[in-house]
């Protein structure tokens, strides 16, 4: 298998044959290389989690070279190589050390062209690594210190300080301190020449660094580095996806939806991902609850409707980005999936790079849009059916969503509806008998205007209406010979003394079986009742 460290092996075995150069008769003050394990020498071997680059630098200081970029030339390692992790560097680095090759192939970031680089069978882009500044946690390198005389030699740079992700110092839970690099050339850095203090100054730094734990996405992160198992939906992810996702979901609860990613400084990256973690470590179902408590803010603060920067802020802008990388994992389809189900999406629009082919919700405005109908006339439809919220009326016409089917129904039967002073004619009632079928249920108004005569102003639906005179129409067949002594609805109410409310009631509830049509008429007023049945009826 063509492995990393298979290559450092192949490597290790064709550099064995060249022998290392001297250093240059300006740079040493006697013989500069003496091979490990010779006389002069005191043989080093790569810490646990030590960056290749820190490794080179202690051999450097281990053979009094004060420059590692002389170090690695004299022994015909170009320091780019280096850099980038090619097999020929790696390989020659363990070869002039006598260096198993495994444990350095294990923490180093090996170049794959384009800005990413392999890491632990992960492939992570340059932007997650830590290149410009030097980082480091005092504490540890007061630890090094102790076990050596000098720091050249002694201090190691953790292959952990080297990703971005990591902020916080997991063994001693300080905030890592930074300090800026003044050229590219300083990536070939060593740690004694960029942190200068020892002893006491250390540990007064230490002292007035921020305490803060690792967060959980760098506890993570470093884990899966490690080969260890997390939450399923993240380890479904590349890392840089798990890590990106999280700290962008974060960056909305963190600092609201409208900050600009230039103005957060790397504690708020630490912060935003500590605030994402709380929703991705719970997979999908912890997205659903996230999108929807965005949406819960924005609507209180008056945003939403069709402006998704405005409810998923960066998160949603990052999505935008096609880049290099088109793919920006799962969370993706996640919350086009949620704005489809949850908010205003016209269908045809292109979402999140795919179109919108069926709408769910509405906003009243667009509602309004779409079918012509006045603003606020259907906006009281909506709430007089219940579908917009008493405690939501403050709430302007575009934030205002309902559910589409729902929606669609209301409008088509405003669309058609009918005012009070038609329903007589269409019923073939007189309007008292239409004023007790809406006290009873049986009509119900689409909406009613505020002020005096309010019933007459509501509008019904027409359809609602022939559904009730279909229903008459089945409880009173037309009848061709009409019984002696069966009356119209108002002599019915007169004669027998029965309420008209009542003796409706009762008509739609199939207690009366003495009720018929007279041939060829239609609506209440051909209604004929068995009058001597009501006066027996109880009610």
């Not at 998160?315 to 088109?326: F, T, V």
């Not at 359809?463 to 229903?471: H, I, N, P, S, T």
């Amino acid at each position: 298998m063509n492995t990393p460290e298979t290559q450092a092996r192949v490597g290790c075995a064709s550099w064995k044959a060249t022998p290392p150069r001297a250093c240059s008769p300006h740079r040493q003050r006697g013989p500069f290389w003496t091979p490990i394990g010779g006389e002069h020498s005191t043989p080093i071997d790569i810490r646990q989690d030590e960056t290749p680059v820190s490794f080179a630098a202690r051999l450097s200081a281990l053979h009094g070279c004060p420059s590692l970029r002389s170090f690695l030339t004299d022994q015909g390692i170009s320091p780019s190589d280096l850099l980038h992790g090619t097999r020929q560097a790696i390989g020659r680095l363990c070869a002039v050390a006598g260096q198993d090759p495994a444990p350095v192939w294990r923490n180093t970031a090996v170049s794959q062209g384009n800005q990413t680089f392999a890491l632990r069978r992960e492939i992570v882009p340059a932007s997650m690594l830590v290149r410009e500044e030097t980082r480091f946690c005092p504490l540890c390198l007061h630890e090094d210190d102790l076990g050596s005389d000098s720091p050249g030699i002694g201090r190691h740079d953790r292959l952990a300080w080297s990703l971005r992700v990591v902020t916080s110092c997991p063994r001693h839970d300080l905030a890592l301190i930074l300090r800026a690099r003044e050229h590219r050339e300083n990536m070939l850095h060593k740690l004694a020449l960029h942190v200068p203090e020892r002893g006491d100054e250390l540990v007064a730094r230490a002292s007035t660094a921020l305490r803060r734990e690792a967060s959980p996405l760098q506890t993570y992160v470093l884990r899966r580095l490690e080969g260890r198992k997390g939450p399923d939906w993240l380890d479904g992810q590349t890392l840089e996806q798990a890590v990106k996702a999280t700290q962008m979901l974060g960056m909305g609860f963190a600092f609201g939806t409208s900050v600009r990613l230039g103005s957060v400084d790397r504690d708020g990256w630490d912060l935003a991902g500590r605030r994402g973690w709380e929703w991705v470590s719970k997979g999908e179902p912890g997205l659903q609850a996230a999108f929807e408590a965005l949406q819960a803010t924005a609507f209180a603060q008056g945003q939403g409707g069709q402006n998704y920067f405005s409810v998923f802020g960066q998160l949603y802008r990052w999505l935008l980005e096609p880049g290099d990388r088109s793919d920006h994992g799962p969370i993706k389809q996640v919350l086009r999936d949620h704005i489809v189900r949850n908010m205003d999406v016209c269908v045809g629009r292109d979402l999140l790079g795919q179109p919108v082919e069926r709408r769910c919700k509405y906003a009243v405005q667009s509602l309004a849009l779409e079918t012509g109908l006045h603003r606020q006339t259907l906006r009281k439809v909506l709430e007089a059916r219940g579908l917009i919220a008493a405690k939501d009326a403050g709430k302007g016409n575009a934030l205002l969503l309902v559910d589409a089917d729902k929606a669609r129904a209301a409008a088509a039967a405003l669309r058609r509806s009918v005012p009070f002073v038609q329903l007589p004619a269409l019923l073939a009632a007189t309007r008292p008998i239409v004023t007790c079928l809406i006290e009873l249920g049986l009509l119900t108004p689409l909406h009613r205007s505020s002020g005096e005569n309010t019933r007459d102003k509501c509008g019904f639906d027409a359809r609602e209406a022939e559904r009730l005179l279909k229903r008459l129409h089945d409880l009173a067949p037309e009848m061709p010979d009409m019984p002696p002594g069966w009356v119209t609805l108002r002599q019915c109410s007169k004669r027998a003394r029965i309420p008209m409310q009542q003796i409706l009631q009762a008509i739609f509830r199939g207690r009366i079986t003495g009720i018929g049509r007279a041939r060829g008429d239609l609506g209440f007023g051909a209604l004929r009742i068995d009058i001597e049945e009501m006066r027996r009826l109880s009610f």
